[in-house]
């Protein structure tokens, strides 16, 4: 069992920047695959990012490419997101998941692939 609290959300002016956490519970947080996803009101939840579960490989949504970067430290069980350049499409409530992993080449991009999932944190962009 995972739990998964996300912070660092709010609101920022177009071309801001924010930086997102999320603190996992539990000793095998680096047997996880870390995702993050966003969900905006009226559409259905979408993939942001996703990394392995020691940190080796990352993989992006097109949308964010070049602009968010996904990180973690296993030592702080500890997965974040850092946002810039931020435009008022990316405004959502942001999600972060975990994904049970053997395999360091493990980069889910499906919400069905994650097991467990954050409260989530709201992301609110003004242009």
């Known amino acids: 069992q995972v739990q998964l609290v996300e912070s660092g959300g709010g609101l920022v002016q177009a071309g801001g920047s924010l930086r997102l956490s999320c603190a996992a519970s539990?000793?095998?947080?680096?047997?996880?695959?870390m995702g993050w996803f966003r969900q905006a009101p009226g559409k259905e939840r979408e993939f942001v990012a996703t990394?392995?579960?020691?940190?080796?490989?990352?993989r992006y949504a097109n949308s964010v490419k070049g602009r968010f970067t996904i990180s973690r430290d296993n030592a702080k069980n500890t997965v974040y997101l850092q946002m810039n350049s931020l435009k008022p499409e990316d405004t959502a409530v942001y999600y972060c998941?975990?994904?049970?992993?053997?395999?360091?080449?493990?980069?889910?991009?499906?919400?069905?692939?994650?097991?467990?999932w954050g409260q989530g944190t709201q992301v609110t962009v003004s242009s």
């Open positions: 990394i392995t579960r020691r940190g080796s490989s990352t």
């Open positions: 998941a975990a994904g049970q992993s053997s395999s360091d080449y493990y980069t889910p991009s499906a919400p069905a692939q994650y097991a467990y």
């Open positions: 539990g000793r095998t947080f680096s047997s996880y695959a």
